[in-house]
């Protein structure tokens, strides 16, 4: 049985001490961690100190883990270590790993941001707006705040805790696949179960549990062709432009509709059953939760089920960006002597990331031959991840569905999510373990977006939930 009166002296604790989480939340957002960037890589490191300095203070051990190095836009660095924490080691209880990672996406104040987006501040409305609030900060530092909340109030930790952060979640997690798999049977030996904090609310009133994300391939194309930047008036007419060569290679790849048009590339997935449609009719989610979300009406479908089924169990192809053109302000009558696009699809299950690539590169040959142009073309995969689904049914749920009823009086939607988090399946397969996501922010949080935000009732609410959350595995059988 949960212990009622411990739960209670931890959440006093926890609303006592909400101003210093808040505070604490302030400092990680300070540290610009930018993984995807060379001129934040120390950032990126110094997030690091900041986290294990936290750990010591509460007294977790921890190993910090060097996982080599990678080459970055031409420079050879360092990659953030990964921090693995240990606390409490009872082998009468039960043992949670828990995952998240402390670098962020890029944010300068000139995309749109109404505030500076690494200094944090907390708006009329109690949303905590700056970068890595919600994604990822705020929830790894959530589980710190959870223990410290114990160790204040005077009660036992229910369970052993093992932490798993990493610095380049970002930038595609690159070295964490190896060392879970060394580690499987080390380190992350014992583990009963995994949670991860780095996901969101389907809406914006309803808690959810996550059991389900697309997988991701990301691409990189490149077209070259003169030696140089040339002058437009000079050798405009004369030369083939690697520019309009890179934009009618990337009119081919998806309608405006969201079609994707590379041939094959739906045929591994999975027809929607009359099981799975009919549980998307009494999910929580508005359209208008949608619209607030995205700040306009431009929604694709008219109604919430093709909506989420779209986010959910169908693949997507989106356009990022340009590099290599001129993107100042002003106007520069440039030809770019070398441009690369970047793309992503968003797949789901039964898609293979291999046969993905397969198709990718050969749509992309066989149009840019079609062009009878004399500049060259490269495509690179700059990762990929396949598709997650885990079992809802889980102890591991039904424990996290127990802990939601207590914080937030409801039963939490059982969902799946577009955005792709790779890891998850690695944990899983690596582990053979349940893996849960358990999210703190709202699904308008804005992660990777302008005014990133995480509402101040979510983080100390969220705090709640994960020590309700531990609390609950502890009562629960394993079976």
Request: charged share 25%.
């Amino acid at each position: 049985m949960v212990n009622e009166a411990a739960l209670d002296a931890f959440y006093k604790t926890v609303d006592q001490n909400q101003d210093d989480y808040v505070e604490r939340l302030r400092e990680a957002v300070a540290i610009p961690s930018i993984s995807s960037m060379v001129d934040h890589r120390d950032d990126v490191v110094r997030m690091s100190h900041w986290l294990t300095s936290l750990f010591e203070k509460l007294g977790i051990k921890y190993e910090v883990r060097d996982i080599g190095s990678h080459v970055m836009d031409n420079v050879d660095l360092k990659l953030p270590p990964i921090i693995l924490g240990t606390y409490g080691n009872d082998p009468n209880k039960k043992t949670i790993l828990v995952y998240g990672h402390y670098d962020v996406q890029p944010a300068l104040l000139e995309d749109g941001w109404s505030s500076k987006p690494f200094d944090m501040i907390e708006s009329p409305k109690g949303q905590l707006i700056g970068r890595g609030a919600s994604d990822d900060k705020g929830p790894i530092i959530g589980w710190l705040n959870a223990i410290e909340a114990h160790q204040n109030a005077e009660i036992d930790f229910p369970v052993n805790l093992k932490i798993c952060f990493e610095g380049m979640e970002e930038n595609g997690s690159e070295g964490l696949e190896k060392l879970i798999a060394n580690e499987a049977d080390k380190y992350f030996k014992g583990v009963d179960a995994v949670c991860i904090s780095d996901n969101y609310w389907l809406g914006v009133t309803k808690p959810c549990l996550t059991y389900g994300l697309r997988g991701i391939c990301a691409y990189k194309v490149t077209v070259c062709g003169p030696g140089k930047d040339l002058h437009s008036g000079v050798f405009g007419g004369t030369v083939h432009e690697p520019m309009t060569d890179l934009f009618h290679l990337f009119s081919k790849l998806v309608t405006p509709n969201g079609d994707i048009l590379i041939p094959g590339i739906n045929d591994d997935v999975a027809p929607l059953t009359d099981e799975e449609n009919q549980a998307y009719q009494s999910l929580e989610f508005s359209l208008s939760e949608l619209h607030s979300a995205i700040e306009s009406k431009t929604n694709i479908y008219d109604n919430e089920i093709e909506t989420l089924q779209h986010r959910w169990r169908y693949p997507s192809l989106s356009i990022h960006g340009i590099e290599g053109a001129f993107s100042s302000s002003g106007f520069k009558t440039v030809l770019p002597a070398k441009v690369s696009g970047k793309f992503s699809i968003r797949i789901v299950p039964n898609m293979e990331p291999k046969r993905v690539d397969e198709l990718v590169e050969k749509f992309l040959k066989d149009e840019f031959a079609k062009l009878g142009s004399k500049n060259t073309l490269s495509t690179e995969c700059l990762h990929s991840g396949k598709a997650w689904l885990a079992n809802p049914n889980h102890w591991n749920y039904v424990a996290a569905s127990k802990a939601v009823e207590r914080i937030f009086k409801c039963k939490p939607d059982l969902t799946r999510e577009g955005g792709s988090i790779p890891v998850t399946l690695t944990f899983q397969d690596a582990l053979n373990k349940n893996v849960l996501l358990l999210p703190m922010g709202r699904g308008d949080d804005g992660a990777h977006s302008i005014n990133e935000k995480l509402d101040r009732s979510n983080y100390i609410q969220g705090i709640k939930l994960f020590g309700a959350y531990l609390h609950e595995i502890a009562s629960c059988k394993a079976e």
